[in-house]
């Protein structure tokens, strides 16, 4: 098992960036991809960007796209997100995840292992 583990959620005005971080004790460069999904009140877990095991291939949300960046530093098991340009409705808990194969990258339903999820809010 992956157990990822979130950190860097926090409060923030519109316009600002954070980074989050994602530990994922027992993860190598070669057996997990990593993805991070978040949650708004009221709404369904959705898919926000996702990196391939080896971080070679990196796969993002529309909304996201240009302001979000996931990277990975495999030697310390970590994946982050950083986000840029940060709006209202990117409020959210932030939920780190991780999968056995690099393929069906979006899909929630395919990842395994999830961390207990950290909040970020934006404020206008």
């Known amino acids: 098992q992956a157990r990822p583990v979130e950190s860097g959620g926090g409060l923030v005005q519109a316009g600002g960036s954070l980074r989050l971080s994602c530990a994922a004790s027992?993860?190598?460069?070669?057996?997990?991809?990593m993805g991070w999904f978040r949650q708004a009140p009221g709404k369904e877990r959705e898919f926000v960007a996702a990196?391939?095991?080896?971080?070679?291939?990196?796969f993002y949300a529309d909304s996201v796209q240009g302001r979000f960046t996931i990277s990975s530093d495999n030697a310390r098991n970590t994946v982050y997100l950083q986000m840029n340009s940060l709006k209202p409705e990117d409020t959210a808990v932030y939920y780190c995840a991780a999968k056995y194969t690099n393929l069906r990258m979006r899909e929630r339903n395919e990842y395994k292992d999830w961390g207990q999820g950290t909040q970020v809010t934006v404020s206008s």
């Open positions: 027992g993860r190598t460069s070669s057996n997990y991809a």
């Open positions: 990196i391939t095991a080896r971080g070679d291939s990196t």
